[in-house]
């Protein structure tokens, strides 16, 4: 009988042991960022771009970037992936030339004094514009990835996606937060 109400109350007291265990754990700085840049690659797969931007089928597809070492190791698992047909190849683009050549930009949060004057050096009618944090839609950016009830989601800003020449789809814009005015 001890045994029994052991294991009854035993059980359950494991549980949330090993629950207040894991939460620090998932809370600490860049262990969301592995499931930031699983999203990022699946929102690129399921995304088309405009036919005359690739010089031939097998170009690379330019995932460029602007984030923290800790994201930037783990946009690192990206590389050589493909897209569409196309090779990911990571590029911290430095000056104007190099962001001529980007087919998505995903801005970090820690990177938000800089939103407007990247944005300003892309063609966000051929890029695919990402970032974590929402007033980045005020700028023109395209995908938010936000923490809602303590699950990774994400918010597409549907006025500039109408503006730009990408093609999200059905089964994309079926799981996102659609924003049809921006904050």
């Known amino acids: ?69 800790n994201m930037e190791g783990a946009l690192r698992s990206l590389q050589n992936k493909k897209v569409n047909g196309h090779p990911i190849v990571l590029v911290r683009p430095e000056d104007k030339p190099d962001f001529e050549h980007c087919h998505a930009l995903y801005l970090d949060t820690d990177e938000r004094h800089l939103y407007r004057y990247l944005l300003s050096l892309i063609d966000a009618k051929t890029v695919l514009i990402i970032s974590d944090e929402s007033p980045f839609f005020a700028y023109g950016g395209h995908i938010n990835l936000v923490e809602k009830a303590q699950r990774l989601r994400f918010e597409v800003n549907m006025q500039q996606l109408s503006r730009s020449q990408l093609k999200f789809s059905s089964k994309l814009l079926k799981l996102a937060i659609l924003i049809d005015n921006p904050r």
Do not use: H
């Open 1 to 69: 009988m001890v045994k029994k109400k052991l294991r009854y109350y035993c059980l359950p007291l494991f549980c949330l042991l090993l629950i207040l265990a894991i939460r620090p754990a998932l809370s600490a700085p860049g262990a969301i960022n592995p499931l930031k840049v699983a999203y990022i690659y699946n929102i690129v797969k399921f995304t088309t771009w405009p036919a005359d931007i690739w010089a031939n089928p097998t170009e690379a597809f330019q995932l460029c970037f602007y984030a923290q070492e």
